[in-house]
């Protein structure tokens, strides 16, 4: 079965952390970049954070310095550790999977259900 599973998302008080883990299975995940997306209420989905299949990250300049993301191809997972959390950051954080091989049978997207970051005193 094909699925990404996301976890780790809480409440956090302004300038905490959190650490979010994106597991895949059902996939040759070394065949794909992993992306963390956020959606605030009312707001489009956005990119925050990438790792290519090579382990290169990428991040939206809001989240530079206070975000990492790094994965374990042995573990078939990503994480995102994110600290000085601010308000703005609260949203519903997504793992996204894109295919970098060419293949007819894997499949080229795969989206995690989500999970919820609310940062509030």
């Known amino acids: 079965q094909v699925q990404l599973v996301e976890s780790g998302g809480g409440l956090v008080p302004p300038g905490g952390s959190l650490r979010l883990s994106c597991t895949a299975s059902g996939i040759i995940f070394s065949w794909y970049e992993i992306n963390w997306y956020r959606q605030a209420p009312g707001k489009q989905r956005d990119l925050v954070a990438g790792?290519?299949?090579?382990?290169?990250?990428n991040y939206v300049d809001s989240v530079k310095g206070r975000f990492s993301i790094s994965r374990d191809d042995a573990k078939n997972t990503v994480y995102l550790q994110m600290n000085s959390l601010k308000p703005e950051d609260a949203a519903v954080y997504f793992c996204n999977a894109h295919r970098t091989v060419f293949s007819l049978r894997a499949p080229s997207e795969v989206w995690g259900q989500g999970t919820q970051v609310t940062v509030s005193a």
């Open positions: 790792i290519s299949s090579s382990g290169t990250p």
